[in-house]
């Protein structure tokens, strides 16, 4: 397991993200694929382990994937990091 990863708004996304919900990256002035996608797109998740869980004491959701990836995403802080398996 890797140090968890800050990943701007991704951890937010994945906290709530079900089945045929995508994202995608940039504007769509510029139509190459590599201006709307990450390298974090690639990596696997496998299917979620259970809905997004919040925490209200630390107002932190958090998520697990089938593949061990963990996800957490602060409501105060708006911030969010991925742990990848």
Same mark, same amino acid.
């Given at each position: 397991?890797?140090? @968890?990863? /800050?990943?701007?708004?991704? @951890?937010?996304?994945? =906290?709530?993200? $079900?089945?045929?919900?995508?994202?995608? =990256? &940039? &504007? %769509? +002035?510029?139509?190459? =694929?590599?201006?709307? %996608?990450?390298?974090?797109?690639?990596? @696997?998740? #496998?299917? @979620?382990? #259970? *809905? $997004?869980?919040? *925490? +209200?004491?630390?107002?932190? %959701?958090?998520? /697990?994937?089938?593949?061990?990836?963990?996800?957490?995403?602060?409501?105060?802080?708006?911030?969010?990091?991925?742990?990848?398996?």
């Amino acid at each position: 397991t890797s140090a @968890p990863v /800050e990943t701007g708004n991704i @951890p937010a996304f994945l =906290i709530g993200a $079900g089945v045929d919900h995508y994202l995608t =990256i &940039g &504007g %769509w +002035v510029d139509d190459a =694929i590599s201006a709307h %996608w990450s390298p974090l797109f690639d990596r @696997p998740l #496998g299917s @979620p382990l #259970g *809905d $997004g869980v919040y *925490d +209200v004491a630390t107002a932190t %959701w958090s998520r /697990e994937f089938q593949s061990g990836t963990k996800v957490t995403f602060n409501a105060r802080t708006s911030t969010g990091a991925i742990a990848w398996a």
